[in-house]
């Protein structure tokens, strides 16, 4: 079976790559209620970048998320590796992609890879991933699951607009291949799959022309991902796998895998993929991770991270980090033109991004620790600008044990420091 053409969803039926924004002015502008509704306004938020296949062949992407049919709500999922024990910036997206699927009413499931972290995922990578001991990765796949379920309570606490949600659930895949014996797994899965096919797909055509190669195990992950996707249409009714644009080969083994056996419709929808101001994709690979772990990246140092981001580059993450409506970002960025010192999106965004990473409280921390790096906080008379900064007896406390805090303008504080 020929793999389907990789398309773009149009507004009417599946046709040739088309641009949805020209479509959608105004009307993407209030809440969506209909199937293509959601779809086309994450796709004009630029959140989600591709929809496969180009058409199905009992149902359509849209009718799935179609509140007036029996099919609704629908279930979507998510991998993530557990190959470092923190997410970092560069999974938020996903995750973005499943909360949005969650507001409008639909089924999630976070899937966390115990037992394919153990392979390593290729897609996107020029030399092996490091192989991780057993424990490490148990470890690190019980350190996801409790950041994904921190994500999804501040998400559910602090972002609610009124809508009956659907559920976040996180799973872990080592719960079902612990139970397949190696011989047995490949007797019943190995058959449907065509080795061209596979050796076709871009992620393995690139390791494959590398100096290093590619190891069986890493070209193995493939079919582990499919039999995730299968394994979760059979048990949950997932007809829908979400995962960023470098996962394409990964999902048409899926969708491939899942057709060949059933018969029936499944889809990938892809979210773009963060990159650097060089261009290179941010991760733990590419040495420039900002983790969403605390114990690794201070709230302060993740708001940090936003507001510093450019101005050519605000106004997209504000549609892609945030759940603020497109009239209010519009709203934001006008008033921008007119005071762009004081960096107002800049300061929305990371105040959003902060909040779902890190609650209400790391929103707040983060804030305090702002305060310090503009200049607002003195110790008797001299301003400290640096949170990092330790207190010298003699400068920071005088010899009678007593600081002088200022914060602002007019918050004075007299600090007796009981030991020195």
């Not at 790559?17 to 994450?42: D, E, F, M, Y």
């Not at 991933?129 to 999804?152: D, H, I, M």
């Not at 612990?178 to 797909?201: E, I, P």
């Not at 419709?265 to 101001?277: A, E, H, K, Q």
């Amino acid at each position: 079976m020929a793999a389907p053409i990789l398309r773009s969803f149009s507004w009417g039926r599946w046709s040739g790559t088309l641009n949805l924004s020209v479509l959608l002015p105004l009307g993407l502008r209030k809440a969506h209620s209909g199937a293509q509704g959601l779809l086309a306004a994450q796709k004009a938020r630029g959140l989600f970048k591709d929809f496969f296949p180009e058409t199905g062949t009992k149902i359509e992407l849209p009718e799935l998320f179609d509140r007036g049919t029996a099919s609704f709500p629908q279930t979507i999922y998510c991998g993530f590796d557990p190959t470092a024990d923190s997410l970092h910036v560069g999974h938020l997206l996903a995750l973005l992609g499943l909360f949005h699927l969650q507001r409008a009413g639909h089924n999630v499931i976070a899937l966390v890879g115990g037992a394919t972290a153990r392979l390593g995922d290729p897609s996107g990578r020029t030399k092996e991933r490091e192989a991780l001991e057993t424990e490490r990765v148990r470890a690190n796949a019980r350190a996801l699951r409790l950041g994904l379920e921190a994500l999804a309570a501040n998400h559910q606490q602090l972002f609610t607009d009124g809508r009956s949600w659907g559920s976040f659930t996180v799973l872990d895949n080592s719960a079902w291949y612990q139970k397949q014996h190696l011989v047995d797994f490949l007797a019943a899965v190995g058959g449907h799959f065509r080795m061209g096919t596979l050796l076709s797909r871009q992620s393995v055509q690139l390791r494959l022309k590398s100096p290093e190669g590619m190891s069986l195990a890493e070209f193995f992950y493939q079919v582990l991902q499919a039999y995730d996707f299968y394994y979760l249409f059979q048990r949950y009714g997932c007809r829908v796998q979400l995962g960023g644009s470098d996962q394409l080969g990964n999902i048409m083994s899926g969708y491939e895998f899942i057709n060949k056996l059933t018969g029936e419709d499944v889809f990938g929808i892809t979210v773009p993929l963060i990159t650097s101001t060089t261009g290179a994709k941010l991760g733990k690979s590419a040495g420039n991770a900002v983790w969403l772990n605390r114990d690794k990246t201070s709230p302060f140092e993740l708001y940090q991270f936003f507001v510093r981001q450019p101005d050519d580059s605000v106004e997209r993450y504000l549609k892609l980090f945030t759940f603020l409506p497109l009239p209010e970002i519009d709203h934001i960025m006008q008033l921008h033109v007119k005071e762009p010192e004081r960096r107002g999106p800049q300061k929305r965004l990371a105040a959003e991004v902060t909040k779902l990473v890190h609650g209400r409280e790391g929103l707040d921390s983060a804030k305090r620790y702002r305060m310090i790096t503009e200049g607002g906080v003195s110790i008797n008379h001299q301003q400290v600008t640096n949170p990092e900064s330790v207190l010298i007896v003699g400068q920071h406390i005088l010899k009678n044990g007593l600081s002088l805090l200022k914060i602002g303008k007019r918050n004075f504080y007299i600090i007796k420091w009981l030991q020195l």
